[in-house]
């Protein structure tokens, strides 16, 4: 089984991409799911959070205080880097299982879908790295309808984030997206396949 990670920044495409894997048969895990799941379900982790940036952090139904703990790691540096050590640590953990669950499945590959990916160490997981890239209008406009945002929002939303060539140059392959989706259908099927046939040899 193939292990493909599939990141980029956010309006290029990576839905488009992780859907034709899984139409050929592979499992997806979507990262971002797979983390929001564990602030509601894992002790262990929301005890580490607790233990290193207080009990308030939680509120009396148990959820997450997004600002209270913004409002700690965003002006600390090295909070941050120990909220992102203790949550990366659980969502690698957890990405392992869904791997191994996967390969028990017989599933010919599954993709992990995050756009920091090899920023959380969760690319060591993965045989192969996909970015899917695509030029800043197009992601401004993908990221306006789906989020009903406005022109400005959204570009500020697509400039906060590391540029296309970034995760060009950090993955061992790119999907560029030119806006037809069924161009970027046909690259994507054309890739996997390759990838799967090459790792079956």
Known sequence: MTVVGITGPTGAGKTTA??????????????????????????????????????????????????????????????????????????????????????????????LDAIALLESGAGALCDVTVAVTAPEELRVRRIMAREGISEEYARARARAQKPSAWFEARCTHTLRNSGEREALEARARALFQSILCKEEE
């Open 18 to 111: 992780l859907n034709v894997l899984r139409d050929m048969g592979g499992a997806v895990a979507d990262c971002d799911a797979v983390y929001h799941n564990l602030l509601r379900a894992s002790v262990p982790l929301r005890n580490e959070l607790k233990t290193r940036f207080g009990g308030e952090i939680f509120d009396q139904n148990g959820d997450l205080r997004r600002k209270e703990l913004g409002a700690i790691v965003f002006e600390d540096p090295a909070a941050l880097a120990d909220l992102n050590a203790i949550t990366h640590r659980h969502v690698v953990a957890e990405l392992e299982r869904l791997i191994a669950r996967a390969e028990a499945e017989g599933r010919p590959a599954v993709a």
